[in-house]
């Protein structure tokens, strides 16, 4: 065990009250010599004031809770390094939380967090998060930061992209190749962001005096194999298109596997765009076309805003609109209208 | 905020001193109304106990540390998660930390780990540890298990796998289909498990009498960037091989963009096989064969028997050598030795 105020006690002779009040600067009543014995030993003693000890006084803990839906999620894991480069700099630590996107997972963790005083928390959420929860962070006066695709309303504190710009110039790069016959592939859950992405698309679509038929539209899990599925989906139901716009990345390379497995070559006969350009992206082959997320950034920006508000509770956070970029790789090509349609 | 014992004294009219003894089960000197008093009344203004005065009395926390070289590296994402699951169904938390991959940022979490009193440590590092962390850990009698590639000697708590029965499994297989010319990428890092499965790669080549040539041996970072310039390297060498040993998947993932960007097609005129069977091996084009290490097993192993260490800490935790397997899929390919070699 390390050195207690009892074994300075035991060297000194000093009382461990006295001990105790002069290693927490309290200690002015005491004589010059006592303070100068207590603090000598305490050095050459090697003491450490033991953490809950020190946080019932300071009510500190330099730790940040951040709950995310999926750590195993290449979008999340990037979100929380840039979190937690952030953080680490300004000398904290992240207790990080798996929702595992479940609700009540999610407020379990919350609660827990809360429970373990924490100094904030970044809560990565595709949810609206119950309004008790609110109320025990406010309760709490806990500081926190939404990541939450833009699903819970407020003033301050927004970090959030473009996800409705994104979808349509995503749609809009397809169109702008040649493409007419443009499939999507969305979220079997009802994210937020994902239903603005599909709107997006919708537009530029309606803009180009293009249809969208419902046999375009296909959903799955936002994994691969959701991609994969939705992709095998939207053949079997004879689509008929030449470009497929996955709503995200990972979805993306479930489509590649599924091409794969058909024959059908990317970009040559179908184009395939994704969103979020997460590290893999540029090394699918063909590296993926894909709007660009600022994931890392978007991490330490929440991080960033958070330790503002710890440090200056009664100024708001900033809010961020951040900017979407499209990256063209090799996954999209011109569509030649002379050549048959895939699927 | 919530209910404190203060507002608990000033409703029941009961000293704080007596009601934090009663709350905390050491109440049995007083009189059997006041203990109903003032359980009734903490019940009905909800009262929950300070995390860190209960922490104070009871010294559990509830929590482990864990710490990894790389929590954006889908291999320690996965043992995270096979990790945290298994704790959270015990009801502990995970508190983890992130040493990309640097010895001194790992010493700095786990001191700064036990400095928060977690109940026991998870340590995922490729590294030998300082002996002074062992002391420090030893002092605070913090229970820990250790995922380190089999870098440190103990007699408990070993969980690992046989990377060089995997590296030898993996060349044979190449051998087996006729290959001979067989390149390998290792890690710039000196990583014990990766020295391993080169000499399976040795022993195998040896065994078959065939020859290991230095430019057939190339190393790089462990992830795809890595392995995309180490498989350059290869080719810029002259290496003339048929075959890629990657001891990584995510190197694999390299591998396949240097393949592309030369239009050199896997597995017809190159095959490549890797090592993990990350997520994304399966959902490759073509589909990588590899070998499996038990990932999430290995972490849901490694939370059990700490778990099981801090309940007893009498006992030794088990050790688990865990079996790795030939996860064949298509992009490896029988050598015909007519078809000239591609490098």
Redesign the interface.
């Given at each position: 065990?390390?050195t207690t105020i009892r074994e300075i006690a035991e060297k000194t002779g000093v009382s461990i009250t006295t001990i105790s009040q002069i290693l927490n600067g309290k200690g002015d009543r005491f004589s010059e010599a006592t303070r100068k014995k207590v603090l000598h030993a305490a050095e050459q003693m090697k003491y450490?004031p033991?953490?809950?000890?020190k946080?019932?006084i300071k009510n500190h803990?330099n730790?940040i809770g951040m709950v995310v839906p999926e750590?195993?999620d290449?979008f999340f894991?990037?979100l929380?390094?840039g979190a937690?480069d952030y953080l680490?700099g300004e000398g904290y630590?992240?207790?990080?939380?798996?929702s595992s996107n479940d609700t009540k997972?999610e407020d379990h963790?919350i609660e827990?967090l809360l429970?373990?005083?924490v100094d904030g928390l970044i809560i990565a959420s595709p949810h609206i998060l119950d309004s008790e929860v609110f109320t025990r962070l406010k309760?709490?006066?806990c500081p926190f930061i939404l990541l939450d695709r833009e699903r819970n309303e407020r003033q301050e504190g927004r970090i959030a992209v473009d996800d409705f710009a994104g979808g349509y110039e995503a749609t809009k790069h397809l169109i702008d190749l040649g493409h007419r016959d443009i499939g999507i592939i969305v979220s079997d859950a009802s994210f937020y962001n994902v239903f603005e992405r599909f709107e997006g698309y919708r537009k530029a679509m309606q803009e180009h005096s293009l249809p969208v038929l419902e046999k375009w539209i296909v959903s799955g899990d936002q994994t691969?194999q959701g991609g994969?599925d939705a992709t095998r989906k939207l053949f079997e139901q004879d689509a008929q298109v030449t470009a497929i716009f996955a709503t995200n990345d990972l979805m993306a390379?479930?489509a590649?596997?599924y091409?794969?497995e058909e024959g059908i070559a990317i970009p040559e006969t179908l184009s395939v765009i994704g969103f979020d350009d997460i590290?893999?992206a540029a090394?699918m082959?063909?590296?993926l076309t894909t709007i660009r997320q600022p994931i890392y950034e978007m991490g330490a920006l929440a991080a960033k805003a958070l330790l503002g508000k710890i440090e200056h509770p009664e100024e708001a956070m900033p809010n961020h609109l951040l900017k979407l970029d499209l990256i063209e790789r090799s996954s999209t090509k011109r569509f030649d209208s002379g050549s048959s349609s895939t699927v």
């Open positions: 065990m390390s450490k033991n953490f809950f000890a946080n019932m803990t730790t750590v195993t290449a894991s990037q929380v390094k937690e680490n630590m992240i207790m990080l939380c798996n997972r963790y827990e429970h373990r005083a309760d709490k006066r691969m994969l390379t479930g590649y596997r091409a794969y590290e893999l090394f082959t063909p590296p």
